[in-house]
């Protein structure tokens, strides 16, 4: 299959059987959106899901957090990984939304990532769904993704894969594309025991490994 069919067929698959596909992040603005994929760094979503209700309402704005000490806001995010990193992060994060930007979350990606603690796959999860723009954040299940489907070749950094996979995708498709290769990755095309036999999409993928006889 090449690789513009192979596109087509992803597109045509997901389009028809995960349309409407979101974040399994909760969030209800582009703070709090930004707040909890910085708290998802190495963590899983449901934990994170559990956390921000009670740091959200304690810190309802950048504003009320900027205020809070990093002691204050460890309490909140002790659970979950690499709790004092993220909780000093928030802290200068909010600061600096207040002081540089009004309060308000940046739509660039040059301005999100001055912020501390802001990388740019973080920064391409705001834009995509905060902001509506096309972008492509690769964590590590897209990056997984990717390449055993034969999408990106010769891309050795998520910064390498997200370019390979912009020039892909249609540019109406890019955001949700990175859903659907990260759910895909999630329940799927997981790292150790990849569900090959029960991949719905494994007429695409280039891996070239076999379970039970199937190509996945």
Known sequence: MKKKEQVNYLIEYFQKNQPDVQ????????YQLLVATMLAAQCTDKRVNMVTPALFKAYPTPLEMSKASVEEILSFVKSVSYPNS???HLSAMSKMLVSDFGGEVPATM???TS??????????????????????????????VA??????????????????????????YISRAHHWLLLHGRYICTARKPHCEECPIREACAEGCTVKGILC
């Open 115 to 144: 912020l501390p603690g802001v990388g740019r796959k973080t920064a391409n999860v705001v834009l995509a769904f905060a902001f509506g723009q096309a972008a492509m954040p690769v964590d590590t299940h897209v990056f997984r």
């Open 86 to 88: 993220k909780a000093t």
């Open 147 to 172: 390449h055993r489907l034969g999408l990106v070749k010769d891309a050795p950094t998520p910064d390498a894969v997200e370019k390979q996979l912009v020039k892909l995708f249609p540019e109406e």
């Open 110 to 112: 040059e301005e999100l």
């Open 23 to 30: 974040s399994e992040l909760h969030y209800k603005n582009p």
